[in-house]
């Protein structure tokens, strides 16, 4: 499946809260056809938000009718959903496109198996931060943040040295302009 032509793909991860989504967006506002970056879209098996991830929306049914059909390159579950991402992304990285796409952090080591080419990317936030950003979304109760939270203080103290970080605790335009920085390969 993992592309043989040196093209990249960008695998944005971090903690549910951290800023991913809003990151992403961020830069594709700003990337130009010189950028050569294209967006992977998720597809979820929880219904889209108005303010939420670009994704599309599956039933369970129709989400099990696409993986048996191998119309997924990746896919993997977690906190009652699951995920994919479609075999298109092969396509655009066969193309020599540079592909980012969000990630989980639980899945990177298979990710990492399947395409030789994948450059991890880690959104970090502090603690405070994502306490306050999860709240304020409304979708889990308090015990389940403090379990997500724990999650990204182990997934943190044990990441690998490969794995670049961007710290998304002020505005988005700092983190944002960190990450386009680094996905036109001008990372500091």
């Known amino acids: 499946m993992a592309s043989a032509v040196l093209s990249k793909l960008v695998y944005i991860m971090g903690a549910s809260g951290a800023g991913k989504d809003s990151l992403i967006g961020f830069v594709r506002t700003r990337a130009t056809a010189q950028n050569k970056l ?8 929880r219904p889209a938000e108005i303010n ?3 994704h599309i929306s599956l ?3 129709e989400f099990e009718i696409r993986e048996s059909a191998g119309c997924f390159a990746m896919s993997w579950q977690a906190h009652g959903n699951r995920y994919a991402v479609g075999v298109e992304i092969d396509h655009w ?4 496109l540079t592909v980012v796409m969000n990630g989980s952090r639980a899945y990177l080591e298979k990710a990492q198996q399947q395409y030789t080419q994948l450059t991890p990317v880690l ?4 603690e405070e931060k994502l306490k306050s950003r ?6 889990e109760c308090i015990e389940e943040i403090s379990e997500r939270i724990e999650r990204a203080n182990q997934f943190e103290q ?10 998304n605790d002020s505005a988005l335009a700092d983190a944002g302009d960190q990450l386009y920085q680094y996905l036109n390969g001008n990372a500091q």
């Open 38 to 45: 294209v967006f992977a879209h998720r597809y979820i098996t």
């Open 134 to 139: 999860l709240l304020g979304r409304g979708r």
């Open 123 to 126: 959104i970090s936030v502090s």
């Open 52 to 54: 939420g991830e670009n």
């Open 158 to 167: 044990k990441r690998a040295s490969d794995v670049h970080t961007i710290t």
């Open 59 to 61: 039933t369970e049914e």
């Open 93 to 96: 990285l066969n193309a020599g």
